[in-house]
């Protein structure tokens, strides 16, 4: 590794670029790498050991940023400014997770002060895995709000951040991938200023995410993830651990077999990263994202191979690393020659648009009973907003109603009388009962062939994508205000708090 003391004042670690000026001003091909802190004290040994990983990379002139994980795969882990306030002393641009499951708005809130005034500048906003361990038993997740609320968040406070985003687009089914992209769209437009993807080994899904996106005016620069293979992650990732993140058949045989030589694949596993970095220039991305169980010189390694390439070679790369998955989806058409996407959209889709699937019966009537008696101009929104002005001011009839409704709901809806309702946004599917991390905004990236990854439950989402699908309105499923569920409706009549104008559909309206 170059000694930062040889470098040019401009290289040496304390005065890197601003990320956020890397990425808006300038075309610097930019590589982050991504720190998972330890469990325990930084003092101890996993928690130096990282530290001195983290400073390594830190002196290093190629690291435009240290990316730095909160509580992954939802575990308790050290936070993530304990070990980056020592790098940002240090010149290094970090930017800090900050995930929805273990806090509220108002602890969001709270965090988010805190780290502006810590000198923290960027910030990945993500929804976060669903715990899966805790002290003295499983904890119990939080989910106040998503990562589309906390992008929201993040920009409504007075700090200034460079805020980021992930999306899920490794996906194998229409109804997982297509409103990964949605919610893509709905979290630019919410303010994410950068973005990078899941994990993934296809280079066609790679070149489709760019198309994708350029197609539909999301004009923000794009990081390209490239975690680096081993056996054991490998095995992880093919056992369907990681919800998003595929590896096929395909994929850990090659794995095994290079596992079996003398050093265990990795001058193998270090190359495979480096072509996947060639691969994402060569599409476009802004940069890189490197992630893996690394030691400081496997890194130095994977960038040297990198620069070793001809400015061409990705392109043959592209046609070694597209490990696509049996039946996947692909919103464009293949390009025969290059064996990525072409700019014309897939032509099966199209004809499915034309003539999709009806939608199941219960959801015709609900649309029907929304149009006539809940939505706001009908004649039934008048008489309901009439008798509920009656029973705010009757105790009994209040309750009679409420009961009723609950009921009611119960049967069709397995409701949880949170009293600030989400059915028709999510084409009658209760997020509070039915999707574990109660999103409002759009899907996590948390599924596997369309299910959800707590509880094997098919994903809310891919349901309601499939039922707006039948009216042609499932482009339009994420295009409303924001959605933040209020907690002091809970247990009152959602009925009653629509018609009175006290939902969240109201106060968006207002806002």
Not at 212 to 222: I, S
Not at 434 to 456: D, F, I, S
Request: charge should be neutral; hydrophobic fraction near 35%; glycine fraction near 8%.
């Amino acid at each position: 590794m170059s000694s930062p003391v040889s470098q040019p004042r401009s290289a040496i670690p304390w005065s890197k670029q601003p990320f956020r000026q890397l990425l808006e001003e300038t075309s610097t091909f930019v590589t982050v790498a991504e720190l998972v802190t330890s469990r325990g004290l930084i003092t101890e040994t996993s928690g130096r050991k990282v530290l001195m990983l983290a400073r390594a990379l830190a002196e290093h002139p190629r690291f435009h940023a240290l990316s730095i994980t909160d509580n992954p795969g939802g575990h308790a882990m050290l936070s993530a400014d304990t070990m980056g306030t020592d790098l940002i002393s240090r010149g290094q641009e970090v930017i800090i997770h900050l995930s929805c499951k273990d806090w509220n708005r108002n602890a969001l809130e709270s965090r988010c002060w805190t780290l502006a005034s810590e000198g923290f500048h960027n910030v990945l906003a993500l929804s976060g895995d669903f715990p899966m361990t805790g002290f003295e038993g499983q904890a119990s997740p939080v989910f106040d709000t998503d990562s589309v609320g906390l992008l929201r968040l993040l920009t409504k406070t007075d700090t200034n951040f460079f805020p980021g985003a992930v999306v899920s687009n490794f996906k194998r089914q229409e109804r997982e991938v297509m409103p990964q992209y949605f919610k893509l769209a709905k979290k630019i437009e919410t303010g994410a200023r950068f973005v990078i993807n899941q994990i993934g080994y296809d280079s066609r899904k790679q070149d489709e995410l760019l198309k994708y996106m350029d197609l539909h005016g999301m004009h923000v620069p794009v990081l390209a993830n490239v975690y680096v293979l081993g056996p054991t992650p490998a095995r992880f990732f093919h056992a369907g651990k990681i919800p998003g993140v595929t590896v096929t058949d395909a994929l850990l045989a090659l794995v095994e077999k290079q596992a079996a030589s003398p050093d265990r694949g990795r001058a193998f596993f270090l190359e495979f990263a480096a072509k996947q970095c060639a691969i994402a220039r060569g599409l476009g991305y802004r940069g890189i994202y490197l992630g893996g169980h690394l030691r400081a010189d496997d890194y130095d390694r994977i960038l040297r191979t990198f620069d070793s390439f001809a400015p061409d070679d990705w392109r043959q790369f592209a046609r070694e690393i597209c490990f696509s998955q049996p039946g996947e989806f692909f919103y464009f058409e293949p390009d025969a020659e290059s064996g990525l996407s072409s700019a014309e959209i897939n032509r099966e889709y199209l004809k499915s648009k034309k003539r999709p699937p009806g939608a199941p019966l219960a959801y015709r009537f609900n649309r029907q009973v929304h149009e006539h008696i809940f939505r706001e101009g009908s004649h039934g929104f008048a008489a309901g907003q009439k008798l509920y002005q009656i029973a705010e001011k009757s105790p009994g009839l209040s309750h009679a109603l409420h009961s009723a409704e609950h009921a009611a709901k119960m049967l069709a809806f397995d409701c949880r009388d949170c009293g600030d309702c989400s059915l028709p946004e999510i084409a009658y599917l209760c997020p509070e009962s039915q999707c574990a991390k109660n999103q409002r905004n759009g899907p996590c990236g948390g599924t596997r062939q369309g299910k959800c990854e707590v509880g094997e439950k098919e994903c809310i989402w891919a349901r309601a994508y499939d039922r707006l699908k039948a009216y042609g309105e499932e482009e339009t499923m994420l295009q409303g205000p924001v959605v933040y569920r209020d907690s002091s409706l809970r247990g009152t009549s959602a009925w009653g708090n629509t018609f009175l104008k006290k939902d969240h559909v109201s106060k968006a309206k207002t806002s």
